[in-house]
């Protein structure tokens, strides 16, 4: 199973980016898929989840700014971001929970590789 994230860049403040993350592999389900970031010298922090069904979650920093959507038949998952600011810089990581085929008795989560998102004043 992987998780392979894009579309990260350097933007001005004001501007809109796109990133994607496509899983891949034996996957039997997908349970959440979210986008996490890490700032420069910070913690990990949630930025959005969204559920199979739909249902979202966000970070209060990002509301109103980004939205996360997802296809399911695709096994992507989105985040749109829109007038980012210069404290929106980070390296930004996809997350999956999922029903690995080998393994149908749980769900694991998964991590993307990182996106760097850089976005200057």
């Known amino acids: 199973v992987q998780l392979q994230a894009s579309g990260g860049g350097l933007v001005q403040a004001g501007g809109s980016l796109r990133l994607s993350c496509a899983a891949s592999?034996?996957?039997?389900?997908?349970?959440?898929m979210g986008w996490y970031r890490q700032p420069p010298g910070k913690e990990r922090e949630l930025v959005a989840s969204i559920t199979s069904g739909g249902s979202t979650n966000y970070a209060d920093s990002v509301k109103g700014r980004f939205t996360i959507s997802r296809d399911n038949a695709k096994r992507m998952v989105y985040l749109q971001m829109n007038s980012l600011k210069p404290e929106d810089t980070a390296v930004y990581y996809c997350?999956?929970?999922?029903?690995?085929?080998?393994?149908?008795?749980?769900?694991?989560?998964?991590w993307g590789q990182g996106t760097l998102v850089t976005v200057s004043s």
């Open positions: 592999g034996n996957i039997y389900s997908i349970n959440v």
């Open positions: 997350n999956a929970n999922l029903i690995p085929e080998t393994a149908l008795r749980r769900s694991y989560d998964y």
